[in-house]
Structure formats: structure tokens, C-alpha cells
């Protein structure tokens, strides 16, 4: 069993490894099978013997066939068996690049492909090995030819070409890969988040006292909470079209989508014969909902306008109250000064006790007041 710790390090993950590595054994099946066709139809010239060269593409369609079938059983071990793949594949087609023309004749670009597949699935040491064997191969082929068959000068320069080629391609490849992986992590991590926010969402609006409730272009119900199913009646959640609940709510919609500057009227449910008060937001069309519905309870708004109200004339008694209060006492300590002159007399003294009772009377008036407005008992 491999150690996972190594692969953590490896660009793809498991799941995607395999997809790849699926499409590579399809892909390697293929170009065995064409040449194979190739070699039996006399479209290719081999140069070191038709023997030779058909037993090494014999050779290449059992191994491709063998990591076809390993692949698909789901212990398999894929990044072992990418590895193994991998290696078998620069070795054979380095074998058939000596076979046949040489890195003239295209079976380079197979290697470079090679190169680059194995930077996408393996760390980039062992990729480096594969795009190094193939590159002595194209080399080593090129100056075999050179020096024992006579070819072209320029061979070696094709071959060092692709031996170049395949390098940076294995490098390339193998940063590409990375940079993918680094932007999928972020893509999940971001998903994760937006989920939460989502869910967070989802249940703020389903706990809201407020009934809300989607719908699409065409009316149908798309989300619904709490409260808005009790106003609704209950229904079932297979009714999903506005109409069949409340057209009346329908046609307010429909008025609004009209007039949408006009303030929506008071509008009675007919499953729960609620009186409500409905206002509607706009959603994009591309997100697949055409409105957001606000159900308040006509009674509740009622309340609160009531609750404002009586807060309201709270406020203002409070702040008439203060007014009076500050005159009245102004007047009492008055009437206290005047009682201690010696020049008062008995009548006029009467007349001042007859301020000051009132004026104590008007005090207490303010002070009830005063606690009206501070919600006291």
C-alpha cells in the first residue's frame, strides 16, 4: 500500500487522477492499434528489421490493453499504475523510435506528449526521469544514425529539438498542473463558504416573523418560509403555482410588474383569509426568479402603527409636561415667598394656601403624566 503522505504533494487528487489516467489508457490503445495497422499495411519502413519493430508494437498493444483493464477495478492503486504506465510508455516508444526512422519520421511528438502527461500525474522528479530517458533516446537514435547509417546531419539537431521540447513541456506541464490545483482549492473553499452563507441565509429568512416567498418568471413558488405557509394556509408542498394558492396575491403581483411605482393595497389570502400587506423586490431573470414577495400581516402593521402612535403622544405629553412643570414651580415658590411677607393679611393669606393646593394639584397631574410616558405601573 503506498503511503498517502507522498501524494499529497502530487498536483491532481485521486478522482481526477483516475479520469486522466482513464482517457490515457483509451488514448495509448488507440495509437498502438494505428500503428499496428500501420506496420501490417506497409506504411512504415522499419530499420532495423520488420520482425523487430512488429514485435515491439505487439509488445505495446498488450500493455496498453493490461493498463485499460487495471485501471478500471477500483482498487487499483492509480497512482502506481500511472507511474508504471508512464514508464512503459517513453520505453516503448523509444524503442520505436530506433525501430523505425528515427525522430524524423513523428514518433517524437509522442514522447514529448508523454513528457507532458507524466508532469500532470507524477511529482516533478519522476517526470523530469521520464522527459530525460526520452530525450537520450531521440538523441542517442539520432546519433546512432548518424554515425552507423549515414543519415542527415540535421538529425541531431531535430532530435536535440525534441529532446529540448520534451523538458520545458514535462516543466510546463507540471506547473500548469499545480496552478490548476491551487485554483480548484480556492474554487472549493469558496464553496464551502458560499454554502455557509447559503445556509445561514436560509434559515434567517425561514425563522423571519415576516412571510416571504419566491417566485420565478412564470409564478411558480420557488421558496417559501415559515410564516408565509401559515399565512398561506398550510398547503401542501406540491402546490407550487401562486395561482392555485391566492390568485389574488397573483394579481397584485401582476399589478405591481405594471405599476411597479404604485404602493400595493391590503390584500386578503383566501386559504387563511388573513389580510395582509404585500410589497415586492425585482430579482435578476438570470437567476431564475422573477420576484420577492413580503407578506405583513395587515393586523400586526396595524399594531405597530398603534404601538407608534401611542409612543409618539408619550413622547409629547412627556415633553408638555415638563413645560407646565417648570412655570408651575416657578408660581409655588412664589406663593412661599409671599406667605412670609409680614404685610400679608388673613384674607389675602387665604388666597395664597388656595395657589399653593392648586398648584400641588397641577404637579401631581404632571407627574402621572411624566409616568405615562416613561411606561411606568
Known amino acids: 500500500m503506498a503511503n498517502p503522505v507522498e501524494y499529497t504533494a502530487w498536483p491532481l487528487p485521486e478522482p481526477l487522477t483516475r479520469k486522466v489516467v482513464g482517457y490515457l489508457n483509451l488514448y495509448r490503445l488507440v495509437i498502438a492499434l494505428l500503428l499496428g495497422l500501420s506496420h501490417l499495411g506497409g506504411l512504415t519502413q522499419s530499420a532495423t528489421g520488420h520482425g523487430f519493430a512488429g514485435s515491439i508494437l505487439f509488445a505495446y498493444l498488450l500493455f496498453a490493453a493490461f493498463h485499460l483493464f487495471s485501471a478500471r477495478r477500483p482498487r487499483a492503486n492509480i497512482f502506481r499504475l500511472a507511474t508504471f504506465s508512464l514508464f512503459t510508455d517513453v520505453v516503448i516508444l523509444s524503442l520505436l523510435v530506433a525501430a523505425y526512422a528515427g525522430v524524423g519520421g513523428g514518433l517524437g511528438m509522442l514522447l514529448v506528449f508523454t513528457s507532458g502527461v507524466a508532469a500532470m500525474l507524477l511529482p516533478l522528479r519522476k517526470a523530469l526521469l521520464i522527459a530525460s530517458i526520452a530525450s537520450l533516446s531521440m538523441i542517442g537514435t539520432a546519433a546512432w544514425r548518424f554515425v552507423a547509417a549515414g543519415a542527415a546531419d540535421d538529425s541531431i539537431f531535430q532530435a536535440a529539438l525534441f529532446s529540448v521540447t520534451a523538458m520545458v513541456v514535462a516543466v510546463l506541464a507540471s506547473r500548469f498542473a499545480y496552478w490548476a490545483r491551487d485554483f480548484r482549492l480556492i474554487a472549493e473553499k469558496r464553496k464551502a463558504t458560499l454554502t455557509e452563507l447559503e445556509q445561514v441565509n436560509e434559515l434567517i429568512i425561514r425563522r423571519m416573523r415576516t412571510g416571504v416567498v419566491a417566485v420565478d418568471e412564470s409564478n411558480l413558488i420557488r421558496v417559501m418560509n415559515e410564516s408565509a405557509w401559515f399565512l398561506m394556509g398550510s398547503p401542501p408542498v406540491r402546490q407550487r403555482s401562486l395561482r392555485s394558492l391566492s390568485p389574488r396575491l397573483e394579481q397584485a403581483l401582476v399589478d405591481w410588474k405594471k405599476q411597479p411605482d404604485v404602493e400595493p393595497k391590503p390584500v386578503i389570502l383566501e386559504p387563511s383569509q388573513a389580510q395582509i400587506l404585500p410589497s415586492f ?44 412643570r417648570n412655570p408651575l414651580a416657578a408660581l409655588n415658590h412664589a406663593s412661599q415667598l409671599l406667605e412670609e411677607s409680614p404685610q400679608i393679611r388673613l ?24 409616568q405615562l410616558s416613561r411606561r411606568e405601573q
Open 347 to 370: 384674607a389675602e393669606m387665604r388666597l395664597i394656601h388656595i395657589i399653593q393646593n392648586h398648584a400641588k394639584r397641577m404637579n401631581g397631574i404632571v407627574e402621572n403624566i411624566l
Open 281 to 324: 423586490v425585482s430579482l435578476p431573470s438570470e437567476s431564475g426568479l422573477g420576484a420577492m414577495i413580503f407578506l405583513n400581516d395587515n393586523n400586526v402593521v396595524a399594531r405597530r402603527a398603534i404601538e407608534l402612535s401611542v409612543n409618539s403622544l408619550a413622547k409629547l405629553s412627556g415633553s408638555i409636561a415638563h413645560e407646565i
